[in-house]
């Protein structure tokens, strides 16, 4: 089991940052992918970013709606990811989720571990 505790939400301006971070615990080894997902009201979770890390080499992936606003990236010491989110704007305005899973996809059946969500709301 792996457990996930998310942070670092809040209410932030347009235009405004905020970081998110994703503490893990448990059988971390046995995940080398985590994605932060976001779901708003009425609407279905979706993808936001995710990485996967070997030994070697990291890659990344991102939704096209934040590509070069919101940055993941991972602190190997404390087992936290971390999700800076720059420019935001008020559609931004969701609950954030970590999840862990064995390969980088994009949807969230393919997750396998899931924190407890932290809300950002940016106002206009």
């Known amino acids: 089991q792996v457990q996930l505790v998310e942070s670092g939400g809040g209410l932030v301006e347009a235009g405004g940052s905020l970081r998110l971070s994703c503490a893990a615990s448990?059988?971390?080894?046995?995940?080398?992918?985590m994605g932060w997902f976001r779901q708003a009201p009425g609407k279905e979770r979706e993808f936001v970013a995710g990485?996967?890390?070997?030994?070697?080499?990291?890659?990344?992936l991102y939704a096209d709606s934040v590509k070069g606003r919101f940055t993941i990236s991972r602190d190997n010491a404390k087992n936290t990811v971390y999700l800076q989110m720059n420019s935001l704007k008020p559609e931004d305005t969701a609950v954030y989720y970590c999840?862990?899973?064995?390969?980088?996809?994009?949807?969230?059946?393919?997750?396998?571990?899931w924190g407890q969500g932290t809300q950002v709301t940016v106002s206009s």
């Open positions: 999840a862990a899973a064995r390969s980088l996809m994009t949807t969230p059946r393919d997750y396998d571990y």
């Open positions: 990485m996967r890390w070997t030994w070697n080499a990291v890659s990344t």
């Open positions: 448990g059988r971390t080894v046995s995940t080398n992918v």
